[in-house]
């Protein structure tokens, strides 16, 4: 079975950095697509970053200048290396992979696998 296992989530104080990792496991090949989402409390889920074969990457405006999405060479290892956290950052942050390209436009039914979730807190 393919999972998606995220790491890195934690407690900040605003203006910190975090750095979360998702690492697939369950699957010999890379990925298409990976990106990350979130979901604040009593908010939809919303897109944050994806990196897409061969180097294409996209974010949400809100994080633009300040996170900065990478990978390992095989598409199997995302990262999100997140500075100057504001306390509107909190959420649940939710790994996503898939075979077509992740976007800020992509429905959860088009994802084809999700992480199970990193909280991050900023503390203002």
């Known amino acids: 079975q393919v999972q998606l296992v995220e790491s890195g989530g934690g407690l900040v104080q605003a203006g910190g950095s975090l750095r979360l990792s998702c690492a697939t496991s369950g699957r010999s090949f890379g990925f298409y697509s990976m990106g990350w989402f979130r979901q604040a409390p009593g908010k939809e889920r919303e897109f944050v970053a994806s990196?897409?074969?061969?180097?294409?990457?996209y974010y949400t405006n809100s994080v633009k200048g300040r996170f900065t999405i990478s990978r390992d060479v095989t598409m199997k290892t995302v990262y999100l290396q997140m500075n100057g956290l504001k306390p509107e950052d909190t959420a649940v942050y939710y790994c996503a992979a898939g075979s077509k390209r992740i976007d800020i436009s992509t429905a959860a039914v088009d994802v084809d696998v999700w992480g199970q979730g990193t909280l991050v807190t900023v503390s203002s």
């Open positions: 990196i897409t074969r061969p180097n294409n990457i």
